[in-house]
């Protein structure tokens, strides 16, 4: 009895071992780049495209021209150790490249791409940057040699949204050690009030939020509501921030609405000075829609963007070039050597087509399932109406594996009848209503932000209140899981959404 539980556990750990073999075998590198050309969305793919076209001599671009290849991909390709593919060089069957085909089957251009086929480049305006503008307005001012050392320093430690998050101590020993400027605390405050934060835009060079806004508003002509404004936000600026308005109230002894007038006047202010600039070092994002989907007689029409379809062909150079070896009678060492290289680029450049082709086709059926999935809000955009969907649920329905429809997902946008939306959004975890029915959570969060946006601002909602009319809804979700949409929601605790 022994021996054989022994043997079992032999058997078993065999079996497992054999399992985990299996699961280690390496993907061949074209697997790994097929899966790499379906996670990127459109602008990235360009780059690629360009990329490739680039170091591939082999592969060409153009409209209507006429080719002599066959649309075959080399299968069974052997790779070394290295990753490098074995080529056999005493069998060279140039025919398997040439063929009297006019127009090549495999041109990357279909019928299901959106209408923009026009390359768009966007032009960005070369402009001067948020530290430039501010390095140059330095030159207005008359200071000497040791204030401009010490402002343009300053200048320099100034973040994206213009603040200096240091403290005064810590900068006057930088500007010792880097700078070899010796100079004391007062004379880092007296140049950072007197200069710095004299600079546009206003509020710029400020330690903290506090000292931004009040910049602001002493940088505007003066009036009762501002001179009260700076008041509150020198003395009371925690009671200002947490709105405890009632003790605000009784400690200026002013009205609601006196007090309303001042939040009013705050509200105005720019938190962030630097990132309103318009010459920000921050590049300019433009987002460009994979997919669009459009509705045409009430059904909903899925094309993917042209910019992903491009008219790839092989080089007629390289054409001519294995014509002229089949043709020469005498094959010299250095010319086999020459198509040897020929044909490692023949091979790159039709592999790279045939996996456009499959990524083309990747995205396309992913999408399609999504929308069919998703077809309610498609045709509504009630956000409501978007159903439980995981990535599982889309990759059983093409079946294909979890990770390449993460890959469709994770970093493309669809235009839709309702604006543009990232894929990855319309994927969400389901729930059960009170009537034992699969809901999203989506549909969740989205009733949940009505509610709080039709709440009484004087009497904001809190979670447990929240959780309540949910249940009232049909949806008996616990008051910590309100928290927790409600912070996705990025919306502010009730104490924080107080108005008066």
Known sequence: MTIFFVLFHIFVHMLKQSLHQKLLQKLSPQQIQLMKLIQLPTQAFEERLKQEIEENPALDTGKDEPENFEDTLVNDVDYDDSGNEKIDTDDINIDEYLSDDEYPSYKT?????????????VPYAA???????????????????????????????????????????????????????????????????????????????????????????KAKSENENRALAIRILQESFDH???KHYQKLVEKYTISEEQLKDVITEISKLNPKPGSSYAGNNKVAEQIVPDFSIRIIDGNLDLTLNSRNAPELHISREYNNMLKGYQDSKEKTKSQKDAVLFIKQKLDAAKWFIDAIKQRQQTLLVTMNAIMHRQSAYFLTGDERKLKPMILKDIADEINMDVSTVSRVASSKYVSTPYGTKLIKDFFSESMKN???????????????????????????????????????????????????????????????????
């Open 109 to 121: 251009q279909t019928n299901n791409y959106s209408s923009d086929d026009e390359e768009k480049h």
């Open 127 to 217: 402009g001067t940057s948020f530290h430039q503008s501010l390095d140059n307005q330095l030159n207005t001012f008359r200071i000497d040699e040791e204030e401009r050392a010490i402002a343009e320093f300053l200048v320099g430690s100034i973040d994206d949204s213009g603040y200096i998050r240091r403290e005064i101590i810590d900068l006057v020993d930088d500007l010792a050690f880097t700078q070899n400027v010796f100079t004391t605390e007062e004379k880092v405050k007296e140049v950072l009030v007197n200069v710095v934060q004299k600079l546009d835009p206003v509020g710029v060079g400020a330690l903290d939020l506090k000292e931004c806004l009040i910049i602001q508003l």
């Open 240 to 242: 200002f921030v947490k």
């Open 434 to 500: 009170d009537q034992g029915e699969d809901v999203s959570t989506k549909e969740i969060k989205k009733i949940l932000e009505t509610v709080i946006s039709e709440e009484d601002k004087r009497k904001p909602l809190t979670d447990e209140k929240l959780s309540k009319i949910l249940k009232e809804k049909g949806y008996p979700i616990a008051r910590r899981t309100v928290a927790k949409y409600r912070e996705q929601l990025d919306i502010p605790v009730a104490r924080l959404r107080k108005e008066i």
